[in-house]
């Protein structure tokens, strides 16, 4: 029997919980603590889990304690529960910026801590999560809580120095991806498509590459290459995106969240 507590019932916290309960994990073996009694209700009667506001009588059994608030916050609450958490439980944070180093302090200096950039597309049980491990992390700590999280999409571990360019390439890329079918979506009400029309093309379209990206095991080039007819139309449309400098936009753009991802830690 796994016990588990969930830090934070919002959007992420509610995404992880609806995951654990789809695989079998009982809801009587999470907590998840919540500062609205209307969202605490919510939770216990979708998901059949325990809620309370004391942050520390929630982790007081956990095995695993998940941390699902905004940057800001985690330090303080690692702060608040570090006297109550039991010997080995483990601590994952699911915020960016914040490093392992802080987290570490905060929690007690030989508490096991994971820094884990999730992504939102876990709300639908398709997210990407990367898990980078503290110093104090046995090897089947790690295994648990990449086990735990499996259950909202796909799981990476990597060190590290390599968060801020993950949070760029997953944790922030699904608003990429809205953008760039948002204006796929103004591009054909400029052709004259009805908004609702253009939509649904666009976001199927979407759907349909994600979905070709993750199940063909063709590289993003193949699949491109695929779909490309030599004189073709999708060649022409590609080409005034090259000319217009969308590559270099998204080397760019990945850059500047790396950065600030930097910079919040």
Do not use: W
Not at 125 to 139: Q, S
Not at 154 to 160: I, L
């Amino acid at each position: 029997m796994t016990k588990i507590t969930v830090l934070g019932g919002g959007n992420i916290g509610e995404a992880l919980i609806a995951g654990l309960v789809a695989k079998g994990y009982e809801g009587a073996d999470i907590t998840a603590t919540n500062r609205s009694k209307d969202r605490s209700e919510y939770l216990e009667s979708t998901y059949g889990v325990t809620t309370t506001a004391d942050n520390s009588a929630a982790v007081k059994d956990a095995d695993y304690v998940f941390v699902c608030l905004k940057p800001y916050g985690i330090v303080s609450v690692l702060e608040e529960v570090a006297d109550s958490l039991p010997e080995g439980a483990v601590v994952a944070s699911m915020a960016a910026g914040v490093t392992l180093e802080a987290m570490e302090t905060a929690a007690g200096s030989q508490t096991p801590v994971v820094r884990v950039m999730p992504n939102t597309p876990m709300l639908v049980g398709k997210g990407m999560c990367a898990c980078a491990p503290g110093r104090h992390v046995a090897e089947e700590q790690l295994e648990g809580v990449q086990e735990l999280l499996s259950a909202v999409g796909e799981v990476a571990t990597v060190g590290e120095d390599d968060m801020d360019a993950v949070t760029a390439l997953a944790g922030s890329a699904p608003a990429y991806y809205f953008l760039v079918t948002e204006a796929l979506v103004d591009a054909g009400v400029q052709l004259g498509l009805k908004r609702d029309v253009a939509e649904k093309l666009a976001g199927q379209a979407a759907a349909g590459a994600g979905a070709m990206l993750a199940e063909s095991g063709d590289s993003a080039s193949q699949l491109r290459i695929n779909v490309s007819s030599p004189g073709g139309t999708t060649v022409a449309a590609l080409r005034e995106l090259e000319e217009s400098g969308l590559r270099g936009a998204f080397f760019r753009a990945a850059e500047a969240c790396a950065t600030r991802s930097q910079e919040l830690g």
